[in-house]
Nanobody, 126 residues
């Protein structure tokens, strides 16, 4: 059984930083693309960042480029999202997902990912 568990969310002031973690079990971590997504109240879930399997190339949605960094530790089956210079618009539930999507470009469709966590809340105050 595949389990995806996110952690690291919280409340932070604008300009602050957070690091999200996502631990995966039940699948071969390095065989899957991994993605971070977020969903604000009343809005659709959007792809934030993606890393290809085997630690390949990374992609970011335009609004987070230069501020967020995706990384992973295969030995720990863990994915990370370092978020710096946070803005109130970054507020939302952040989800981690694994799938067969090939990460390229700024578009990261949720439909390209199969296994999802329950999410961790990020709130950025102004």
């Amino acid at each position: 059984q595949v389990q995806v568990v996110e952690s690291g969310g919280g409340l932070v002031q604008a300009g602050g930083s957070l690091r999200l973690s996502c631990t995966v079990s039940g699948l071969t971590f390095s065989d899957h693309a991994m993605g971070w997504f977020r969903q604000a109240p009343g809005k659709e879930r959007e792809g934030v960042s993606c890393i290809n399997r085997n630690g390949g190339s990374t992609t970011y949605t335009d609004s987070v480029k230069g501020r967020f960094t995706i990384s992973h530790d295969n030995a720990k089956n863990t994915l990370y999202l370092q978020m710096n210079s946070l803005k109130p618009d970054d507020t939302g539930m952040y989800y981690c997902a694994a799938g067969t999507w090939i990460c390229r470009g700024a578009t990261i469709p949720p439909a390209g990912f199969t296994f999802w966590g329950q999410g961790t809340q990020v709130t950025v105050s102004s």
